[in-house]
Nanobody, 124 residues
Framework: QVHLVESGGGLVQPGGSLTLSCAASESIFGSYAIAWFRQAPGKEREFVATIRQTRTTHYSDSVKGRFTISRGNVKNTVDLRLDTLKPDDTAVYYC??????????????????WGQGTQVTVSS
């Protein structure tokens, strides 16, 4: 059973940056797409970004141009760089692994392996 563990969350001021990391318990990036989702208080979980097995990336409109998903420098990790953070980015961020078809890349039901989440709080 593959496990995912997120790290890197914290408190940051508006306009600041953070890098989240998703570590897999084994090498899965050749077989799975890795995505980041987030859930703010009182809201449904939403898609943020994904990197596919081919390393192509997709972003939600709300984070495009501010967030960057990439394979990490540490083996079996995927990073999510968060720049120009806004208070609306405050949420628990989850990474997930799955094999979605392209038309369903943003659908959380296409991802069957999830981490426990890491809190990001953007506040002055």
């Amino acid at each position: 059973q593959v496990h995912l563990v997120e790290s890197g969350g914290g408190l940051v001021q508006p306009g600041g940056s953070l890098t989240l990391s998703c570590a897999a318990s084994e090498s899965i990036f050749g077989s799975y797409a890795i995505a980041w989702f987030r859930q703010a208080p009182g809201k449904e979980r939403e898609f943020v970004a994904t990197i596919r097995q081919t390393r192509t990336t997709h972003y939600s409109d709300s984070v495009k141009g501010r967030f960057t998903i990439s394979r990490g420098n540490v083996k079996n990790t995927v990073d999510l760089r968060l720049d120009t953070l806004k208070p609306d980015d405050t949420a628990v961020y989850y990474c997930a692994a799955g094999r979605p078809i392209l038309s369903s890349i943003r659908d959380q039901n296409m991802y069957g392996i999830w981490g426990q989440g890491t809190q990001v709080t953007v506040s002055s």
